[in-house]
């Protein structure tokens, strides 16, 4: 079964993302310009499964002492890791909302306060 096509990231606004490639675990989705994209992939090795869900952005910067243009790259990985039994879908559901919401809460507080280096 795979995710619809295209799959669609609000990232400052909603940017479309066909599939541009599909695995046997996994499938990936550009924008087209290929400056945003979605990875999602699923393994299971030794009783444990594993969901990841990595979202990537790129741009070009200059570097403001040498004039020098370069692309860089931003990713955050959500990765669920779970023994293949013993969990329902709603107990993993309901630990991926609280984790979300605590980083959302207060208009990105927490999140916030990560990016910023705090632990």
């Avoid at 860089?72 to 309901?94: C, H, K």
Wanted: glycine share 8%.
């Amino acid at each position: 079964m795979s995710l619809a096509d295209p799959q669609s990231l609000t990232v400052g606004s909603a940017v479309s993302l066909p599939r541009i490639q599909t695995g046997q675990t996994s499938a990936e989705y550009t924008s087209a310009d290929g400056t945003i994209s979605l990875l999602v992939s699923h393994q299971t090795t030794k009783g444990r499964r594993r969901a990841l869900v990595k979202a990537t952005r790129k741009k070009v910067t200059t570097d403001a002492l040498t004039d020098v243009k370069s692309e860089i790259g931003a990713v955050i990985n959500v990765s669920i890791d779970r023994p293949a039994a013993g969990f329902t879908e709603a107990e993993l559901v309901e630990l991926c909302t609280g984790a979300f919401t605590w980083a959302t809460t207060g208009t990105n507080a927490n999140l916030k306060k990560v990016l910023g280096q705090e632990s």
